[in-house]
């Protein structure tokens, strides 16, 4: 429970997809929505001008794919409101933004950013890369207000080649079929990372995760707000 969903209500095993890698969860969420109707093609994307080349690498290839996409200036670490009120309309199919930049620690205001895209269109899907923040920056799923959230074992102690990505209840409701995607860094693929599973059932249930329940040594305090 470390992304906290009680709140939200029944957990299903479906909200909860492990993967090879933070790379791999942040593809099958990004190009999962972004392929998973004919009509979405050529539709428009908002990220922002830093994201991990995880993230980065996926829109330049649905550029080229004929995707609009619009990187969202971080000067300073800030993220830029105003352009974001600019650039929101009823045509945008996926934000997608990461939690903590990897490269200059910077923390983003993803609750603020996504609420803003809710307000102009509740279609609009949300994504998270929180592979640095996670554990790190108290959150839950819901609070967060992300239909998706990626993170990563090695980021938390746990061994490499280990993912998950958080799929909230309104796209499974949502979800008309399944997306099957392979890529990134396939080493463990095949594991299921004990590390990962208290700490991602905190974050879905939005309940404050005992530090003793956890086998690990962490050098910042472990708490989660709903």
């Known amino acids: 429970t470390a992304l906290g ?18 790379t791999e969860a942040n593809n099958l969420a990004i190009l999962g929505r972004a392929g998973a109707k004919e009509r979405f ?10 994201e991990h080349p995880a993230v980065e690498q996926v829109m330049r290839r649905l550029e080229s794919d004929g995707f609009e996409v ?9 993220l830029d409101m105003e352009q974001l009120s600019r650039t929101l309309d009823d045509k945008v199919l996926l934000v997608s933004m990461m939690m903590v930049n990897n490269e200059t620690g910077a923390v983003y205001d993803v609750k603020k950013f996504f609420a803003a ?9 949300t994504h ?5 923040g996670f554990l790190k920056v108290p959150f839950t799923a819901k609070a967060l207000g992300a239909d998706f959230i990626s993170v990563s074992a090695h980021k938390i102690h746990g061994p490499k080649g280990v993912g998950a990505l958080y799929i909230s209840p309104e796209i499974i409701k949502l979800r008309k079929k399944e997306n099957s995607l392979s890529v990134g860094n396939i080493v463990g693929a095949n594991i299921i990372d004990t590390t990962l599973i208290l700490p991602l059932c905190a974050v879905i249930n939005g309940r404050p ?8 040594t962490f050098d910042f305090p472990v708490c989660f707000a709903a």
């Open 70 to 78: 619009v990187r969202i200036l971080t000067r300073g670490g800030v």
């Open 209 to 216: 995760l005992p530090v003793d329940r956890i086998n690990l």
């Open 5 to 22: 969903a009680k709140k939200t209500g029944k957990v299903k095993p479906q909200m909860l997809v492990f993967t090879s890698s933070g």
């Open 117 to 125: 895209a809710k307000r102009v269109s509740s279609d609009i899907v």
């Open 41 to 50: 093609k050529g539709g428009k994307i908002i990220t922002t001008d830093s």
């Open 128 to 132: 998270c890369d929180a592979v640095q």
